[in-house]
């Protein structure tokens, strides 16, 4: 296994131009040009909460709305994820967090099976926070999921502050993507009894 669990990812087309990079080592620094602001603000809770470096630069057609560019970052940043866990020998594989905010609770759970899978129990009240349709919520870690080949499981316990709920889930993300793809020393090999994930 590489030391420098990095990755670069780019995706252009006629809707979106994205260029993203992430260390999964890092502590938690990020530069972001992402045209889509409460989207920025997620992101850079999820650098800082789950202490992943993050560079990324999104722009899109937000003049249509912000689908297209919300749904194309969480294909990148998945992409960029599943490639900087690497062969994934030696790293504990599941992580979950259950993570209060103010009235909200949410537990985020996952498991770096490569079979990707969203579980999504959660309501966002408010169809709008701000400019951003709550909608793409969903959409984005439907992406990243997928694209991570990840298992990810979404709780939302209780809550009514729209904000809240949406900013618990991405730090719960963020500290159980942390905790999977921590090195434990005393796994040999792939954390799996089929011997690869």
């Known amino acids: 296994m590489s ?7 780019e995706r252009k087309t006629r809707e979106t131009d994205i260029s993203l990079t992430i260390s999964l080592d890092g502590t938690g620094q990020q530069e972001l040009d992402v045209q889509v602001p409460f989207l920025s603000h997620m992101l850079e809770l999820f650098s800082k ?11 899109g057609d937000t003049e ?6 919300t749904e194309d970052i969480g294909i990148c940043l998945g992409q960029a994820f599943r490639e900087a866990v690497g062969d994934k020998a030696g790293i504990k594989r599941y992580g979950s967090m259950t993570l209060p905010m103010d009235e909200t609770l949410v537990t ?7 079979r990707p899978h969203l579980e999504w129990k959660a309501e966002i ?5 701000g400019t951003f349709d709550t909608e793409n ?8 999921a997928l694209e991570a080949r990840i298992n990810l499981h979404i709780i939302v316990h ?13 730090k719960a993300l963020a500290r159980a993507l942390d905790e999977a793809t921590q ?15």
Request: charged share 25%.
């Open 3 to 9: 030391n420098k669990r990095t990755a670069a990812i």
């Open 49 to 59: 909460h789950g202490l992943f470096d993050l560079e990324i630069r999104g722009h």
């Open 64 to 69: 249509v709305d912000d689908h297209h560019t």
């Open 108 to 114: 985020v759970a996952v498991d770096l099976s490569d």
């Open 125 to 129: 009240p408010s169809e709008k926070i």
């Open 137 to 144: 919520v969903h959409e984005f870690f439907w992406k990243f």
């Open 158 to 170: 209780h809550g009514h502050n729209s904000h809240h709920i949406v900013e618990a889930m991405f």
């Open 183 to 197: 090195i434990d020393p005393r796994i040999q090999g792939v954390p799996s009894t089929k011997g690869s994930l």
